[in-house]
């Protein structure tokens, strides 16, 4: 079980008019998401931390 998952329910009930998106990067099958032997590859993680950055930026500029 992921520490991400349940804190949403906390913060919806802290917030409730609040909107969440959850994203993250995995390896596909290879990561052994939330499972003992989880991992992850930096590279993969650099990328999705750009890429959400990069969207962030877009959208933020969209809003003007």
């Given at each position: 079980?992921?520490?991400?998952i349940p804190?949403?329910?906390?913060l919806q009930?802290?917030?409730?008019?609040?909107?969440?998106?959850?994203?993250?990067?995995?390896?596909?099958?290879?990561?052994?998401?939330?499972?003992?032997?989880?991992?992850?590859?930096?590279?993969?993680?650099?990328?999705?931390?750009?890429?959400?950055?990069?969207?962030?930026?877009?959208?933020?500029?969209?809003?003007?």
């Open positions: 079980s992921g520490g991400s804190l949403l329910g906390t009930q802290v917030v409730p008019s609040a909107e969440f998106v959850v994203w993250g990067a995995q390896e596909g099958e290879h990561s052994g998401a939330h499972g003992p032997d989880e991992s992850q590859d930096l590279a993969e993680l650099e990328r999705m931390i750009l890429a959400e950055a990069r969207f962030l930026e877009l959208l933020g500029g969209r809003a003007s």
